[in-house]
């Protein structure tokens, strides 16, 4: 482009030179040919553009008298070509700021919910925190100490055995205690509690736990426990019987009802298995319930004195107060596995499914 120099320097005369201008920059950014690098080069280029030309031959060479019209002139074509360009990258990025075409299919933005199971394990931890009850969380990674012998598992105990654990691999070189294993139940987090914490203690857990179980249609290698400490004066089993029955009613509806069975847990003396009233038949009996009319539901029980004893012994050798006294404090704790609470709810009878991925099962909870 050669720039002309200025002879008439009219309003009328200064508005038709930058028109022209005007419109050539405008045939070049709309040419199919237009390319973004050459054009800034082109006309905007510090050097040779052609902008920094028409600054040079119309509004420095102009009489002084004509320097303020031609210079707010050329404000404004600068100001309309950025636009212009700003307009076209953001046409690349593929946001359309004109020419909208309602006739094509949109880009819907796919919302992210949250999973079954984080879901019901929400519900359920919210239940108690109702009561009063802080949540408390600890590592999918345990040692020994924390998933078994503090809670009163020893060394080649049977009851080991039942845990189905899978360790962590190479820790033959260590002292039992502080042997690496996936956790099998949210029980040690009991125990990192009662380090951290003086009684009195009122807390909710959930979280991930790990067995070598072989997958099937109710079995899972991870799977999901919320677990319950409360620890204080004068806390007895009625507490814990009454707890967990309103606990129940307030997840699954009033009508609910609960009994306890004697059970064992080396962690909790006396021991029990809740079983709640179908909620599919009403007590009734039906497939789902095995005719029976109960459903399995949780394990609890009250806080074995061994655990305070462990705890106690343990704050000691971290330089702390042991201060769970069982001639002054007591204990309940309860775990219930999430998995079978949330297929319960949902209708789901293959457990594999709250672990696959598929976003065709997924999306129904959305
Ligand atoms: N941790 C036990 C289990 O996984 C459940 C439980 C928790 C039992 C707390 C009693 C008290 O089977």
């Not at 919910?113 to 969380?137: C, D, N, W």
């Not at 038949?281 to 399995?296: A, F, M, N, V």
């Amino acid at each position: 482009m050669n720039i002309p120099q200025l002879t008439d320097f009219s309003e009328a005369s200064l508005d038709a030179a930058f028109a022209e201008v005007r419109a050539l920059a405008e045939t070049a950014i709309t040419a199919a040919s237009f390319d973004k690098e050459q054009f800034r080069l082109e006309w905007l280029g510090r050097k040779q553009g052609y902008l920094g030309q028409i600054s040079d031959t119309w509004l420095k060479a102009a009489p002084v008298e004509a320097k303020k019209l031609i210079g707010q002139r050329f404000n404004a074509l600068k100001q309309t070509i950025e636009e212009k360009l700003a307009a076209e990258t953001l046409l690349d990025s593929g946001i359309e700021i004109s020419g909208l075409d309602i006739t094509l299919p949109g880009t819907a933005q796919r919302l992210g919910v949250e999973h079954p199971l984080v879901k019901t394990m929400a519900e359920i931890v919210s239940v108690f925190q109702r009561m009063g009850y802080s949540v408390g969380l600890g590592p999918e990674v345990e040692t020994d100490f924390y998933n078994f012998e503090a809670l009163n598992f020893p060394p080649n105990h049977p009851a080991r055995d039942t845990q189905d654990t899978l360790v962590v691999d190479a820790q033959d070189g260590k002292p039992l205690r502080d042997r690496l294993l996936m956790r099998t139940h949210t029980s040690p987090v009991q125990i990192r509690s009662m380090l951290e914490q003086a009684p009195p203690l009122r807390l909710v857990i959930p979280g991930k736990v790990h067995r070598n179980d072989a997958a099937d249609a109710t079995h899972s290698p991870v799977f999901h426990q919320v677990e319950g400490l409360c620890v204080d004066t004068n806390i007895t089993f009625s507490d814990l019987k009454g707890t967990l029955d309103h606990a129940m009613k307030a997840f699954f509806g009033s009508a609910v009802k609960t009994r306890f069975f004697p059970s064992f847990f080396p962690f909790t003396e006396p021991s029990a298995d809740v079983q709640i009233s179908c909620i599919f038949c009403g007590g009734k009996g039906c497939r789902k319930c095995k005719h029976s009319g109960w459903i399995e539901l949780l394990g609890c029980g009250m806080v074995d004195p061994a655990v305070f004893a462990s705890v106690n012994q343990r704050r000691i050798e971290l330089g702390r107060e042991p201060v769970y006294d069982t001639a002054r404090i007591s204990g309940f704790a309860f775990g219930m596995g999430v998995d079978r609470i949330a297929m319960m709810k949902y209708g789901i009878s293959d457990i594999g499914l709250l672990y696959s991925g598929d976003m065709r099962f997924l999306e129904q909870f959305a």
